[in-house]
T-cell receptor
């Protein structure tokens, strides 16, 4: 079991460039999400998905797109990178469902992105 | 709406002395609460969780937390700090409305002095 994997580990972009951060999990989890971590602000939710074909916005979705064509993969796309998107990005996954006890979220190792 | 407030951005303790990291929460529902730890340049690891069972929750590495509804608090404690405890700690509340979204506090950096 690889758990949650993210690629790349590091990335430097120029303003206006686009790129995709990859996230994959091999635990058959329905729920997947993307967070960004900025100094002094904790982690903030960007987008999430409760299953293949279903995505929704989190707290800070502007400038990012997601899709969920398979259970395993949940890529995050930056359409036109801006310096304000310099951050560390974490992907997470878990089982999901309302009315059941909390299911632990498993986090990937993160992608450190710098936008110049 | 859910939110958490971590009352200290930085806590410094001597090795072998007790650790107290403070967290207050706000939730419209019966909350699920967690503490996560992040060591430098690493990912996040779950320390412990409260999901409406016992109010005193024991986690890994000797940490524990007590859920106090009357005080809306979920403080993290450890009787004796170890050098390896130096890290960033996040108090987190879960949205209990179907999606499994987490709301993070701003973090407390724990420094352990030898």
């Amino acid at each position: 079991n690889a758990g949650v994997t993210q690629t790349p580990k590091f990335q430097v972009l120029k303003t206006g460039q686009s790129m995709t951060l990859q996230c994959a999990q091999d635990m058959n989890h329905e729920y997947m999400s993307w967070y960004r971590q900025d100094p002094g602000m904790g982690l903030r939710l960007i987008h999430y998905s409760v299953g293949a074909g279903i995505t929704d916005q989190g707290e800070v979705p502007n400038g990012y797109n997601v899709s969920r064509s398979t259970t395993e993969d949940f890529p995050l796309r930056l359409l036109s990178a801006a310096p304000s998107q310099t951050s560390v990005y974490f992907c997470a996954s878990s089982y999901s469902g309302s009315g059941i006890p909390y299911n632990e979220q498993f986090f990937g190792p993160g992608t450190r992105l710098t936008v110049l | 709406a859910q939110s958490v407030t971590q009352l200290d951005s930085h806590v410094s303790v001597s090795e072998g002395t007790p650790v107290l990291l403070r967290c207050n929460y706000s939730s419209s529902y019966s909350p699920s609460l967690f503490w996560y730890v992040q060591h430098p340049n690493k990912g996040l690891q779950l320390l412990l969780k409260y999901t409406s069972a016992a109010t005193l929750v024991k986690g890994i590495n000797g940490f524990e937390a007590e859920f106090k509804k009357s005080e809306t608090s979920f403080h993290l404690t450890k009787p004796s700090a170890h050098m390896s405890d130096a890290a960033e700690y996040f108090c987190v509340v879960s949205e209990q409305t179907g999606a499994n979204n987490l709301f993070f506090g701003t973090g407390t950096r724990l420094t352990v002095i030898p």
